[in-house]
Structure formats: structure tokens, C-alpha cells
């Protein structure tokens, strides 16, 4: 792993036993009530553009996962943990270096302080393979790497009055890639709302935000970028099935390397319906988001989503997602757009066993390529919770 100036990478790993000690507070005491849900998912899946290497094949998924949850009368907590390892058989034969193995650790906890006051604190940490993103992004196939990817945070929601409610944040994140071909990168990030409710379906919030993102590019150089956005938002229930909400807003971001700054309009809106038997929604957004690379993007997302259970058992959606990005750090930069849609049918075997049909179609035209896949997948998984 190449080391990073912002995090060392045997830093990571600390985060470990702070989750554990956040997430089981007071685990020793009667009056908290502790469940456990196992998880094992096996997942069998043909491609016909493999991690958009040109190549088709099988993949198999195997992904065992475990839920802790307990609460008390004034707080919850949550601890998860998740294996998937995958392997992968192509037109060539057995390809052991798609083979991959991925971590996941979460936690969070909430806390009910006083009558008005609640507060909180999160932890994860993951080690995955780097594919994803970089493909979204800038169309760069399998990169073998690993990212080691941490987040620690708190919140707290204060409710002024009977209509009000103040809320804070604050976040810490990092990237630490095991080779070079992307970017280290910490971020920190505070975040302040206020939210008024205006009628008994309609409430007005303002939330402001700072991010301050570091970057490695370099063995002994890092470059700085700072954020700051200011968004006016609105929520209406027009019944009790659907529901729509906005944000409108600015934002700033400045590069301490180049000593440029542009000015973006960022903000979102959804609408949202649901009844007994199915559920829609449609969203669209426009922010900022971390680069696998040296720099800050501003990005535009569209998602639409619908589901529909026409028996108890039987669960059939659809959806697809939609984003463009483009550096913030010049007004010619490349845009880089990513496609993808799914349709899925799920059927409940028994209590604890579930078989799920599903494909999705994905196409990327970004920096280095344009390619597009087909993914046919066959998932049977199991869960069952037990009380402790």
C-alpha cells in the first residue's frame, strides 16, 4: 500500500474498536433488548462486459452479513458487518485476478439526551475494490486496487419549540487507494439546518454547509479544496400518499492549489407516492461530490424508482439512474456521464428464504472510454432474526 500523507493507512484500522465500543453501550445491562439477524446472500450472475474488460462471462457472489441492534427506552444502536467475495469464470477461463473480497463495518448510535435534544455518532469502515467508482466516473476499467474508506460523525437535533427544530453536524472522511492511479483523500465536513414547520403538511428549512477536502498528489504534496453551498428548502404532503419536496440553493469552491473559485446553483427535489401495494419515486439533484481523482465535482443525478407487490409474496421494480460530471475547476472540463437501469422480481420462498430475478443495463461515456453491460443476476438469500 503507498503510504498517505493525509491518513497513514494502519490508521484506518483503529476505526474498528471505536465501532464496537460506540455501538455497544451499556450491553452488560437488563434493561436493554439486543436482536441479531444473519444474513448469507449467494449470487450468480452472467455479464457480457465484465468489469467493462471486453470480456463476458459468470460471476459468483457469496456475501455473509450480520446485524446487531439493541435499544433501551432513550437510545439504539447498530452494529453491521459484511463479507463479499466474488469469483469469476469468462470466455478465457478462470480469471483469479477479477477475483475479489470486500469488507464492511458500520455502527450508529442515537441518544435521546433531554425531551428536546437528541444526539448521535456513526462509524464505518470499508475495504473494496476501487471498480466501481473509477468506471462511473472516469471510465477506467479494472483497477485492481483496494480503498480502504472510513467515516466517523455526530449529530444532534435540538427542537426549539413545538414547530422548530436546529440540527448539526459533523463528519470525517477518508479515501486511502493501495495504488496510484487515484487519489488520497480526507474530508471534513459540518453541516447546520433549521427546520420550521409552516402549516400541518408544509415545512421550510435553510441549511448551510462546509466541506474541506485534502488530496495526495504526490509523495510529499497534497492540494486543498474548500466548499461551502447555502440551500432554502420546502416539503409539502399533498396527502398522506404523496409527498414532494425541493431545495434550492448556491454554492462556492475554491482550490487553495490554483487559487480559483467557481460558483455553482445546487439544490434538489423528489416526489414521492405510495399506497398499500406499491411505491413510486422520482428525484433529481445537483452537488458536489469527491473525485477519484485530484479535485472536487460538481455532479447532476436524475433517479426514478417504482415498485409494486401484487401478491404478499411476490415483490416486481423497476428504476434507473442517471448522472453527469464534470470538474469545478475549469468551465471547459469533460463531462463524464453514467447510465444504468434495472428491472427485478422477488419472490419470498418461506419466512427466512428469498429467490430474486433481476437485470441491469449500464453504460458509461467518461474521460478514457464508452462501453456498456449487461448483468443477468439469480440471488438466494436467507435471514432469520434471533432475539438475545
Known amino acids: ?43 450468480f450472475a452472467y455479464d457480457d462486459n465484465i468489469l467493462y474488460e471486453g470480456e463476458s462471462g459468470l460471476e459468483y457472489q457469496l456475501s455473509p452479513a450480520i446485524l446487531l441492534s439493541g435499544q433501551d427506552r432513550r437510545t439504539g444502536a447498530n452494529l453491521s458487518a459484511r463479507l463479499a467475495v466474488f469469483r469469476y469464470l469468462t470466455d478465457s477461463g478462470v480469471r483469479s485476478d477479477f477475483n475479489r ?37 472516469t471510465g477506467i476499467a479494472a483497477d485492481d486496487s483496494k480503498v480502504h474508506a472510513f467515516t466517523i460523525g455526530s449529530r444532534a437535533n435540538w427542537g426549539l419549540d413545538r414547530l422548530s427544530s436546529l440540527s448539526l453536524s459533523y463528519g470525517l472522511d477518508g479515501y486511502i487507494y493501495e495504488s496510484g492511479n487515484f487519489s488520497d483523500s480526507l474530508r ?32 510529499n504534496d497534497t492540494a486543498t479544496s474548500h466548499t461551502g ?45 405510495s399506497w398499500r401495494q406499491a411505491d413510486a419515486r422520482f428525484a433529481l439533484s445537483r452537488s458536489y461530490e469527491r473525485s477519484v481523482l485530484d479535485e472536487v465535482l460538481l455532479v447532476d443525478a436524475v433517479t426514478l424508482g417504482t415498485s409494486y407487490r401484487p401478491l404478499e409474496d411476490l415483490a416486481l421494480s423497476v428504476g434507473a439512474v442517471y448522472r453527469q460530471s464534470q470538474s469545478t475547476d ?49 440471488s438466494i438469500s436467507w435471514a432469520k432474526a434471533f432475539p438475545l
Open 101 to 137: 473480497t470486500n469488507q464492511y463495518y458500520a455502527t450508529d448510535v442515537l441518544h435521546q439526551a433531554a425531551r428536546r435534544l437528541t444526539v448521535g455518532a456513526f462509524a464505518s469502515l470499508s475495504i473494496t475494490d476501487s471498480t466501481t467508482q473509477a468506471i462511473e466516473e
Open 1 to 43: 500500500m503507498i503510504p498517505s500523507k493525509l491518513v497513514p493507512p494502519s490508521a484506518i484500522w483503529r476505526v474498528l474498536p471505536f465501532i464496537l465500543c460506540m455501538a455497544l453501550p451499556n450491553a452488560a445491562r437488563g434493561d436493554w433488548a439486543w436482536e441479531a439477524v444473519p444474513k448469507l446472500v449467494n449470487e
Open 188 to 219: 471534513h465536513k459540518v453541516s447546520l439546518g433549521l427546520t420550521r414547520s409552516l402549516d400541518a403538511r408544509t415545512s421550510g428549512s435553510v441549511t448551510t454547509s462546509y466541506e474541506n477536502y485534502r488530496f495526495n498528489i504526490g509523495e
Open 330 to 378: 475549469s468551465d471547459d472540463a469533460e463531462v463524464s456521464d453514467y447510465f444504468s437501469v434495472y428491472e427485478s422480481v422477488g419472490y419470498a420462498l418461506s419466512q427466512n428464504w428469498t429467490l430474486s430475478l433481476s437485470h441491469t443495463y449500464s453504460h458509461v461515456d467518461s474521460l478514457s472510454d464508452e462501453q456498456g453491460s449487461n448483468r443477468f443476476i439469480l
Open 229 to 273: 453551498a447555502l440551500y432554502f428548502g420546502l416539503g409539502h404532503a399533498f396527502s398522506s400518499r404523496l409527498l414532494a419536496e425541493a431545495s434550492l440553493g448556491g454554492g462556492v469552491v475554491h482550490s487553495d492549489q490554483s487559487e480559483d473559485s467557481s460558483y455553482n446553483a445546487l439544490g434538489s427535489a423528489s416526489l414521492s407516492y
